[in-house]
């Protein structure tokens, strides 16, 4: 009997090594990583660059504590600023850390204007996490039930519901901010679209409400772009992100803009952990491996190559009902039961996983070659082909 809560429904394998998008189980067999570990090794297993990063620093110093300086986190901190256009960074630890510290960030907001019973509006099917709070700001009934009494001062609209954030606006008096994923991940994937955000970022300049993104799974290169806003165009003021961030090494951020960037003062919020050398180095590693090979510009090739691979593959079109995600956040909706499609998936030695219970959710590594992506396509679409002969 195992000695570990039993919080996870796992899968009956355990891996022992990795390169790249391949995973190697402990008898040495290759698997096809379409997951990345949900969303996190975004540069693949072991790249060289961040395997350095990490040695070099592990042999120097791994942690000190935010009680003195940690040129490390100076580092990453300027460049993630100046890479985003963001003015400062909070380094926590995961990403409902970094929501944490977002919701800090807009109830300190409404403090600072008196306001006493703040209000943050959040989006229906939203996932930010696990902890009190984020869990309070997610929009999925079903993981927030046995957790009451939940943390209060949220609304909640529908998915591109403008009219619903309209109506908020004018009778509301006291909001203080707009938190939100871009493109929702865990929900199924769905991008919210460019006018919902685009007005909100309209209401939040116009009520002084902060408009909050939740980058944790869409950051990090996944989307196409650094971050998933500098491809749609709409800035926030705040910024939540981690997985990807340091492709493996537990680390979040949480960036401000200069609305944003004065609220939290000294005592105000804090962690033992939080950017210390090593999560900083590796994921200072991360960011520059990132950038200098502008490698979010795979994100949009290897989707059209894995989705030619399935459609190519295909016996039939109607399998598929709908296709969304923007770059290497793919969520593919079949026409037929996804109860097992993940056990189906592993027999083909293929990592995927399903999302908002319906939907195929493929978040495979920038390094994915192309003859990769062609199978992950081609496996999918063997899967779907077989579950179609028994409708
Ligand atoms: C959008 C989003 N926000 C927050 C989280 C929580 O991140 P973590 O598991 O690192 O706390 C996740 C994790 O799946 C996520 O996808």
Request: glycine residues 10%; contains cysteine.
């Amino acid at each position: 009997m195992s000695a570990i809560m039993p919080t996870y429904g796992r899968l009956p394998v355990a891996f022992a090594s990795g390169a790249g998008a391949e995973l190697f189980d402990q008898k040495g067999q290759p698997f096809l990583d379409a997951l990345s570990g949900i969303a996190v090794t975004n540069l693949g297993h072991c790249h060289p660059n961040i395997t350095r990063a990490i040695t070099e620093q592990a042999e120097t110093l791994l942690h000190t504590s935010n009680l003195y300086g940690i040129p490390q986190q100076e580092r990453l901190a300027t460049e993630l600023t100046q890479l985003t256009g963001m003015e400062k960074v909070f380094f926590c630890n995961s990403g409902a850390e970094a929501n944490e510290t977002a919701i800090k960030v807009a109830r300190r907001h409404g403090a600072n204007q008196g306001i006493e019973d703040p209000k943050i509006v959040v989006i229906e099917g939203a996932f930010h996490g696990r902890t009190m709070g984020a869990l309070s700001a997610t929009g999925s009934a079903a993981i927030q039930q046995a957790f009451k009494p939940l943390l209060p001062g949220f609304i909640r609209i529908g998915r591109n519901d403008i009219e619903g954030l309209e109506t908020i606006a004018k009778h509301h008096k006291d909001v203080v901010a707009v938190h939100l994923e871009p493109v929702q991940g865990e929900s199924g994937i769905w991008p919210l679209e460019l006018a919902f955000l685009q007005r909100a970022r309209e209401l939040c300049d116009q009520h002084n409400w902060l408009l909050s993104f939740d980058e944790v799974q869409s950051g990090n290169g996944r989307c196409g772009a650094l971050y998933v806003f500098q491809r749609l165009g709409v800035m926030p003021d705040v910024l939540a992100t981690a997985k990807g961030l340091g492709n493996g090494m537990p680390i979040g951020a949480c960036m401000t803009n200069d609305r944003a960037s004065a609220l939290l003062i000294a005592g105000d919020h804090g962690t033992t952990y939080g950017g210390n050398p090593i999560c900083c180095a590796a994921a200072s590693a991360v960011i520059n491996t990132l950038s200098t090979e502008q490698l979010w510009k795979q994100a949009d090739p290897i989707r059209g190559w894995i989705l030619e691979g399935l459609h190519g593959q295909l016996n039939d079109s109607e399998l598929v009902k709908d296709e969304r995600g923007h770059g290497l956040m793919i969520g593919i909706e079949p026409n037929v039961p996804t109860t097992d499609i993940v056990r189906m998936a592993l027999d083909r030695r293929l990592l995927l996983n399903v999302a908002g219970g319906s939907t195929i959710r493929l978040l495979p590594p920038l390094v994915m070659t192309k003859p990769q992506a062609r199978s992950v396509g081609e496996r999918v679409a063997d899967i779907l082909n077989e579950l179609g002969k028994t409708r």
